[in-house]
């Protein structure tokens, strides 16, 4: 069964706290969105597109997978570093906002703006 939640730590032991996949998602959109050159790639237009262009999957063992799909200007000179620092911008908001450290951070540049 697919998890869409991510248990966080509560040393309260007063219930479970969890935090949902569209929440991770909207996480990651966000901080990728702040690095300069790189915008998230918007959905697709057609009505029976299923794909977001964020992705998170939650694993058994608590560590998530997050999947970017990003449109980088065509005035960027290093698309590589522009790449390293969406993962450091999306690993720094996901360990801040979620408590929860992302195992792997695939940023796929799907288009030239």
């Given at each position: 069964m697919?998890?869409?939640y991510y248990y966080i730590n509560n040393f309260e032991n007063a219930g479970d706290l969890a935090i949902g996949r569209h929440a991770i998602e909207h996480i990651a959109t966000i901080a990728a969105d702040t690095v300069p050159g790189a915008k998230v790639q918007g959905r697709k237009k057609s009505l029976f597109a299923l794909e977001s262009p964020v992705r998170a999957s939650f694993r058994k063992d608590g560590r998530i997978d997050l999947r970017?799909?990003?449109?980088i200007s065509r005035d960027v000179k290093d698309v590589g570093a522009v790449c390293s620092?969406?993962?450091e911008a999306?690993?720094?908001a996901v360990r801040m906002?979620?408590?929860a450290l992302p195992f792997s951070i695939e940023v796929r540049v799907s288009s030239l703006s």
């Open positions: 697919k998890r869409d970017l799909d990003v449109s620092s969406i993962q999306v690993d720094s906002m979620a408590e």
